[in-house]
T-cell receptor
C-alpha cells in the first residue's frame, strides 16, 4: 500500500506558541490530503481537506485561523496550530488518497501527538 | 449528527472463531465504504473496502458485507487471531458536497482471546 509519513511523531510545546506538523506522501502524489483529530477513546474527526495549490476546506466548527493548512506540493501538506492552548492537545493524523489503485482508499500517516503545557 | 455509527464499543472473541463487527449509516449518498484497523498512538491501517454497488468483498480472512436497504455493513474476520486485537473503524465516502470526504464511525475495540 501507499506510504504516508508525519513529522514530528510527538511534540510538547508551551501555551501560546505555534507548532507545525508535516504530512508527506512518500511514494505517490496526492492532490488532496485530509487532516483529522482524535480525542482519547473517540472517533477520527475530520478537520479539513487540504488541496494542492488552493485553499483548504475546513469542517464546520474548525477555526481556520487557528489551524493553518498549506498544501505546498503534491507530496506535502502542513498543519500549523497557532497560539496553541492546552485544549489543542490531541492526536493529529493526516491521510491521502492513492489514485494509482481504485483511488478510494485513504492511507494514513502514523499520527502526531501534540501536548500543550 | 452521527452519520456513521458503530454501536458496539467493544467485542471479545475466542481465537479461531469468527469476529463480526457492525456499522450502520444514515446517508444513502455514500458511495464507498472502508474498514480500518487502529492501534493506540498509530494511524489507521486500511483493511478492506466495498463499493456501494456491491454487496460483498472478500480478502483473505476479511470479508465485508453491505446491505444497502438496511444501510448496514459488517466486517467478518475468520478465523480470528490474537494479532487482530485492535480498534476497528468503518468509514464512508461522502460525495454530496461536490468534493469528497470520509466520515468515520466511533470504532469497536476487538479483543481476541487466546
Amino acid at each position: 500500500g501507499a506510504v504516508v509519513s508525519q513529522h514530528p511523531s510527538w511534540v510538547i510545546c508551551k501555551s501560546g506558541t505555534s507548532v507545525k506538523i508535516e504530512c508527506r506522501s512518500l511514494d505517490f502524489q496526492a492532490t488532496t490530503m485530509f487532516w483529522y483529530r482524535q480525542f482519547p477513546k473517540q472517533s477520527l474527526m475530520l478537520m479539513a481537506t487540504s488541496n494542492e495549490g488552493s485553499k483548504a476546506t475546513y469542517e464546520q466548527g474548525v477555526e481556520k485561523d487557528k489551524f493553518l493548512i498549506n498544501h505546498a506540493s503534491l507530496t506535502l501538506s502542513t498543519l500549523t496550530v497557532t497560539s496553541a492552548h492546552p485544549e489543542d492537545s490531541s492526536f493529529y493524523i493526516c491521510s491521502a488518497n492513492d489514485f494509482r489503485g481504485t483511488g478510494y482508499e485513504q492511507y494514513f500517516g502514523p499520527g502526531t501527538r501534540l501536548t500543550v503545557t | 449528527d452521527q452519520q456513521v455509527k458503530q454501536n458496539s464499543p467493544s467485542l471479545s472473541v475466542q481465537e479461531g472463531r469468527i469476529s463480526i463487527l457492525n456499522c450502520d449509516y444514515t446517508n444513502s449518498m455514500f458511495d464507498y465504504f472502508l474498514w480500518y484497523k487502529k492501534y493506540p498512538a498509530e494511524g489507521p491501517t486500511f483493511l478492506i473496502s466495498i463499493s456501494s454497488i456491491k454487496d460483498k468483498n472478500e480478502d483473505g480472512r476479511f470479508t465485508v458485507f453491505l446491505n444497502k436497504s438496511a444501510k448496514h455493513l459488517s466486517l467478518h474476520i475468520v478465523p480470528s487471531q490474537p494479532g487482530d486485537s485492535a480498534v476497528y473503524f468503518c468509514a464512508a465516502r461522502d460525495i454530496t458536497s461536490g468534493t469528497y470526504k470520509y466520515i468515520f464511525g466511533t470504532g469497536t475495540r476487538l479483543k481476541v482471546l487466546a
